[in-house]
């Protein structure tokens, strides 16, 4: 019974050690907020940012939804070739940039890669509308699609194969953003 308690009074003294240790406060960092606004639009929206300040996204005009890159204090317009609306959503430090084009925001849509000025479709094996919404520094693309179940589901393209990414037990989902490390946020 003396080993039981002793036993306990050094897991119960180790547990408030633990509680009681604090990591120091550290003071926020500076930081500044900027508007971004493409000129001329009724709409801008930012996506993605990549580790030097450039960012993507979409704007809306009198012409119509085009995707963005920001750099440098530029706009450069996305618009896929022939699409009738065009959203850049992630892209990283190589200047690679994700999104989905298509006929309108709703449906029909397709997933693109672009780099450099060369454009890649992006489409979920069966799928009539798909969306890619980040990509890391290794190339590896997370986005979503929509399956024959009438249901949202996310995904991952890796060297080139699809894999359907759900949180357990939901029925679907959507993947946002993925790191270097392969985790993924949705």
Known sequence: MLKRIVVGGFILAGAIGLLSYRTPARAA????VSTIDVP????TVACGIDMVGRTVGYFVDRTGTHGFLFDSGAFSTITFPGAAWTAASGLNNAGLIVGAYGPN?????HGFLRNGS????????????TVARGVNNLGQIVGDYLAADGSRHGF?????????????????GVANGINDSGQIVG
């Open 105 to 109: 925001e709703f449906n029909g849509r």
């Open 40 to 43: 001329a639009s009724t709409l």
């Open 156 to 172: 991952l393209l890796s060297a080139g194969n699809y894999r359907s990414i759900d949180f357990p037990e939901s029925g679907g």
């Open 29 to 32: 960092g500076e930081y500044t």
């Open 118 to 129: 060369s454009f890649s479709s992006i489409d979920f094996p069966g799928s009539s509308d």
